[in-house]
């Protein structure tokens, strides 16, 4: 597979930096890595994987700076990418680690949005 280009969004000042792969789906799998990790943990999935994808990278841990790391804070960061990607229903959520409370948060707070969520530890 060859390297995807990071997109970009700010929430508020910050940036946030995903990569998107349009499979042309009507469902999107969003992977959430842990601390300590990236997103480059789940590219051995891509492989297998049918749906659209996007792999988020943190803010705070590898690529970009985070003046408050509230789980709020990056639930609301995939909101504004599947906001700027225009999804807003069938989303897979597969947290890693820290990635598990997040993809917590957001399957919460936007349950509409949401059709499986997958938490590994």
Not at 61 to 87: F, G, M, Q, T
Not at 102 to 118: G, L, P, Q, R, W
Request: proline residues 2%; glycine residues 4%.
């Amino acid at each position: 597979m060859s390297k995807l280009p990071f997109k970009e969004i700010y929430n508020k000042k910050n940036p946030v930096y995903y990569q998107f792969i349009d499979n042309r789906s009507d469902k999107t799998v969003v992977f959430i890595h842990g601390l300590f990790s990236s997103s480059s943990i789940f590219r051995h999935f891509l492989h297998f994987i049918k749906y659209n994808v996007i792999l988020l990278e943190l803010r705070g841990i590898v690529y970009s700076k985070c003046d408050k790391p509230y789980l709020k804070n990056y639930a609301e960061d995939i909101r504004l990418i599947l906001e700027k990607e225009k999804i807003d229903k069938n989303v897979i959520l597969v947290g890693y680690s820290l990635g598990w409370s997040i993809t917590n948060e957001f399957a919460e707070s936007h349950s509409e949005m949401v059709d499986k969520v997958i938490m590994l530890a």
